[in-house]
């Protein structure tokens, strides 16, 4: 039994000396394995950032730059879209004027024609009015002939009934030309 007692104790002596060897192995550095973990990692970073990263990175990138222009294709849409409503405005304030001499013109253009039209109108009834006053005056005259030739006509058939006599033409000339002479003097006299 000694054996086993003295592979107890001596067992025991080697558990504690493994113990001692694993605890002070767990706070030992091993540089090596350090410097091989250390290349590790720089080759995996080197790797993630050729496969990984810089396609990312450029994906970022192009979509920046397609968000930067859609917001600089939008800034430029707003611009244009308010420098159209100020086009149509301005379109539409000179389209308004521009009606308002077509109206305007028209108007006046309307204004001179009636004053044209009432001018004329005044001018024809003025001519129609001189025309009349021609024809009265003409008719008048060829009344008063016609008149002297009847009373004419009535003092030498008065006269021959009177003197009893026929008289000779260049007589009745005579007699019709003093008549007439005396009732031109009368006439004027009441006029």
């Not at 493994?18 to 290349?39: G, P, R």
């Amino acid at each position: 039994m000694d054996v086993l007692a003295v592979a107890t104790g001596l067992g025991q002596d080697v558990a504690r000396a493994t113990a001692t060897a694993e605890a002070e192995a767990l706070f030992q550095v091993n540089l090596f394995q350090v410097i091989i973990a250390a290349a590790n990692f720089a080759l995996f970073l080197a790797i993630i950032w050729t496969f990984a990263l810089k396609p990312v990175a450029r994906l970022l990138a192009e979509r920046k730059a397609r968000i930067e222009q859609g917001l600089k294709d939008a800034e430029q849409a707003r611009r244009d879209r308010e420098s159209a409503e100020e086009e149509r405005v301005a379109v539409l304030a000179e389209a308004r004027r521009e009606a308002n001499e077509i109206l305007t013109r028209s108007q006046k253009v309307a204004q001179e024609t009636r004053d044209a039209d009432i001018a004329a109108t005044r001018e024809e009834l003025e001519r129609m009015r001189a025309r009349a006053a021609a024809e009265i005056d003409a008719e008048k005259t060829r009344a008063i002939t016609e008149l002297r030739a009847e009373v004419a006509d009535l003092a030498l058939a008065a006269a021959s009934r009177v003197v009893g006599e026929t008289m000779s033409d260049e007589r009745q000339r005579r007699l019709v030309q003093e008549f007439l002479a005396t009732v031109q003097a009368n006439d004027g006299s009441r006029n």
